[in-house]
């Protein structure tokens, strides 16, 4: 069966101006709209390819998030703030199973759904993926993918701490950080740590509080104690050694 024919330009995908003769847009083309939402959607599929949303990730949204207690309604709203005006960073700190990945692909998704970019990365993938660039058949080299990277104009790092704890791995890490804080970068990061616990050098970053906020998503009610469903089941990442 042929496709659809658009209805403006009969599938020619441009229409020529009605002007008159002398007019200064005479026999000038434009685009018309089936054309453009072609575009828009290429350019919004391109933007979910950069990124590493996959399986259940790509349908987390803040609709489907079911906060089960105070603390995690309050990271719900600041997630939806970020998502609406990304400035500085957001960091998610809770136990496995708190909800925090939810949370930062809820504002990934977000921003895709919006044609606006948005790349979210798990860290110990990020590393493989750097390291991979050492390799012969690399068809990118290191310094470009990482400077990719580190200068997204919106960054998702989640599962900070859950990568294997070498010097290499720890270095880039902080470079990718630190470049980020330096120029304020806006940024989301989870983590299975308490930003105190963190090494001096990482706490310093994080915890700033002139460009990051961070909210416990499992922080406990202090009226009551219950016992709520998770939307993030991952097994315990091992601690960060810098």
């Avoid at 998702?156 to 470049?179: C, M, P, R, V, Y």
Wanted: net charge positive; hydrophobic share 35%; proline share 6%.
């Amino acid at each position: 069966m042929a496709e659809p024919t658009c209805d403006i330009c009969k599938g020619a995908g441009y229409y020529l101006l009605d002007r008159p003769v002398g007019h200064p847009e005479f026999g000038q083309l434009r685009p018309c709209k089936c054309t453009i939402e072609r575009q828009q959607e290429r350019r919004l599929q391109a933007l979910r390819d950069a990124s590493q949303l996959v399986g259940s990730l790509l349908v987390k949204s803040f609709d489907n998030y079911r906060p089960r207690r105070a603390a995690q309604q309050q990271a719900l709203q600041a997630a939806r703030h970020f998502a609406g005006n990304p400035r500085g960073w957001l960091v998610f700190a809770g136990s496995n199973g708190s909800g925090k990945t939810h949370l930062a692909a809820a504002i990934a998704n977000d921003r895709l759904a919006n044609a606006r970019p948005a790349l979210f990365v798990v860290v110990p993938d990020l590393l493989d993926h750097l390291r991979s660039t050492y390799h012969p058949d690399s068809k990118v080299s290191f310094d470009a993918r990482f400077e990719e990277i580190r200068q997204h104009p919106l960054l998702i790092l989640d599962d900070l701490g859950a990568h294997s704890s070498t010097d290499w791995a720890a270095e880039k890490l902080f470079q990718l950080i630190n470049h980020r804080y330096n120029l304020e970068l806006a940024t989301v990061y989870t983590t299975n740590q308490r930003v105190r616990d963190m090494p001096l050098r990482l706490r310093a970053r994080l915890g700033d509080t002139k460009i990051a906020t961070v909210v416990n998503v499992d922080q406990a009610d202090p009226r009551q104690q219950t016992t709520s469903q998770h939307a993030d089941t991952r097994p315990s990442s091992p601690r960060m050694r810098f």
